[in-house]
């Protein structure tokens, strides 16, 4: 069964600082591993995207790192900002030929991160 | 473009009533999709439509749950009877291409209470 976790669960920092957000999967086969970040009271919207060739790829201050061979990415959020604290959301893609749902989606629970000034 | 547009906001009921949510994706999207969202299981996909056409409905709990695309630039979401389990935000995302690189974008969701 296609599986994506997150952890931590929650986080709590202070501003400023930096943290590292984790998603380990067992999808396959394996297409592409997007990051979303959802704020409080809207929907999520999407950070970067990562398919089976990429290791890393940054949007400002976030980089997310792949590693196709041991199923596992990171989110990793430099010089945090009170604006960071959001859920982020780990989804990854099968094949169009494979399971899990609309053309193989799973979505991880998500990781509830709160800075703190 | 203003991005996916949802109704109601918010919407309080009662148990045994019937609750009709709305979407309206963006304009030239042909890919939409309907989620539930709870903090005990996260974001889980109940039915997506593709050029207006329901191609997965997996997700659908059950019978209660209806849902309709009647054309490109609108469709709902029905819940009859609602029960108090219903409670959740629900999302609905549209998409520009299909597969699954192309990414999704959220409305605001609907936060419905089932009292």
């Known amino acids: 069964k296609n599986q994506v976790e997150q952890s931590p669960q929650s986080l709590i920092i202070l501003e400023g600082k930096n943290c590292t957000l984790q998603?380990?999967?067992?999808?396959?086969?394996?297409?592409?591993l997007r990051w979303y970040k959802q704020d409080t009271g809207r929907g999520p919207v999407s950070l970067t995207i990562m398919t089976f060739s990429e290791n890393t790829k940054s949007n400002g201050r976030y980089t997310a790192t792949l590693d196709a061979d041991t199923k596992q990415s990171s989110l990793h959020i430099t010089a945090s900002q009170l604006s960071d604290s959001a859920s982020y959301i780990c989804?990854?893609?099968?094949?169009?030929?494979?399971?899990?749902?609309?053309?193989?989606?799973?979505f991880g629970k998500g990781t509830h991160l709160i800075i703190q000034p | 473009d203003a991005g996916v547009i949802q109704s109601p906001r918010h919407e309080v009921t009662e148990m045994g009533q019937e609750v009709t949510l709305r979407c309206k994706p963006i304009?030239?999207?042909?890919?939409l999709f309907w989620y539930r969202q709870t903090m005990m299981r996260g974001l889980e996909l109940l039915i997506y439509f593709n050029n207006n056409v329901p191609i997965d409905d997996s997700g659908m709990p059950e019978d209660r749950f209806s849902a309709k695309m009647p054309n490109a630039s609108f469709s709902t979401l029905k819940i009859q009877p609602s029960e108090p389990r219903d409670s959740a935000v629900y999302f609905c995302?549209?998409?520009?291409?299909?597969?699954?690189?192309?990414?999704?974008?959220f409305g605001p969701g609907t936060r419905l209470t089932v009292l």
């Open positions: 995302a549209s998409r520009s291409t299909s597969g699954s690189r192309g990414e999704q974008f």
């Open positions: 304009s030239g999207h042909n890919s």
């Open positions: 998603c380990n999967y067992t999808v396959s086969p394996f297409s592409n």
């Open positions: 989804v990854v893609s099968a094949e169009e030929r494979g399971r899990g749902g609309a053309d193989g989606l799973t």
